[in-house]
């Protein structure tokens, strides 16, 4: 058994003046506990992006028309999406899976893309749930399935993101209803909201969540399903299956973080086997982090998705898990 002290003995014993390397010590320490080893791994690695649409959308909450999403999906799929690109240079596999867009991409489909749509897109969550709770369930098993086959395929670090436009609206209902925090904490500009959709966007939110709070006591996954995104269960779903297995799992941003409330929620113990990338420029994923116990590693006001603050804090893992690994332990030197 590692725990955070065992942990800490081995980061103090090594060769250099103790705590000298500040936070990248703790992220080890973290590490160590993650994978119960005080030799890590951190390659391979796979990031796994899930798509939906939102039927809110039709509302006006975003600033992009809902086939942004399909044609996001081409891009990450070509290679040429900043998702693509930083999974390149971080040597990290990537593989999208259509859990409920609009319009995928045309045939043929590289075996990187899965289409598994539970849908084609949800219902308003303006008008009513968004999904039912079959919908619920087959979204939450294509993510498990898809946490299993990247931990079968041997990877050691799992990252997963999402694409899909509207979909910080389900994700500020999904924090609200989960943390308690206020909607208008929970509620950010997304990518790129005005002060008009902003308005809009609050309020939807507003009644969304009272009514899933209405719920939430006696019947958790019908709340959840009544805000939620067949991306965002998704990512759910893998989350939980992935922490099931002793995976370690990298968290990115607002939406995936909905995710893992989701996965806490439902499967306690989840957030154990997470480490927080980063804080994203939305102003409820920092409640959202705290309310999981969890502190990011990179505050650099990024806000896009697909994974790509998960991606930039591969190297912090690397750099943790070569120190754990690799630097000598002063009594090795006769200290």
């Not at 994923?285 to 591969?314: I, S, Y």
Request: net charge negative.
């Amino acid at each position: 058994m590692i725990d955070i002290a065992t942990a800490w003995a081995h980061l103090d014993a090594l060769a250099k003046p103790q705590r000298s390397l500040g936070r990248l010590e703790a992220l080890a320490a973290r590490l160590a506990v993650v994978q119960q080893r005080l030799d890590p791994e951190t390659k391979p690695r796979a990031i796994t992006l899930f798509a939906a649409d939102h039927g809110v959308v039709a509302q006006g909450v975003s600033a992009w028309p809902s086939a942004v999403t399909g044609l996001m999906m081409g891009t990450i799929i070509s290679g040429r999406a900043s998702s693509a690109a930083l999974a390149t240079a971080q040597g990290c596999t990537l593989r999208l899976v259509d859990v409920g867009a609009l319009a995928p991409p045309p045939e043929p489909w590289p075996d990187h893309f899965r289409l598994a749509a539970v849908a084609s897109g949800t219902a308003d969550l303006s008008q009513g749930p968004a999904m039912t709770i079959d919908q619920f369930d087959r979204a939450w098993a294509i993510g498990a399935e898809e946490a299993e086959r990247a931990l079968a395929a041997g990877n050691h670090i799992l990252l997963t993101g999402e694409m899909g436009i509207g979909n910080t609206t389900p994700a500020a209902c999904l924090t609200a209803l989960l943390t308690g925090i206020a909607v208008d904490v929970a509620v950010g500009r997304g990518a790129g909201a005005d002060d008009t959709v902003l308005a809009i966007k609050r309020q939807i939110v507003a009644d969304a969540v009272a009514r899933a709070n209405a719920v939430l006591p006696h019947d958790p996954r019908a709340a959840i399903a009544a805000v939620a995104g067949f991306e965002i269960v998704a990512m759910a779903g893998f989350f939980a299956a992935g922490a099931a297995a002793g995976a370690t799992l990298l968290l990115d941003g607002y939406v995936a973080t909905a995710g893992a409330l989701i996965a806490e929620r439902l499967v306690p113990g989840t957030a154990k086997q997470i480490i927080a990338a980063h804080r994203s420029a939305e102003p409820g994923h920092g409640a959202a982090l705290v309310h999981l116990g969890l502190e990011p590693l990179l505050d650099w006001e990024m806000r896009l998705g697909e994974g790509t603050g998960a991606l930039v804090a591969l190297p912090l893992l690397d750099s943790a898990a070569a120190l754990l690994r690799n630097v000598a332990r002063l009594a090795d030197l006769g200290v």
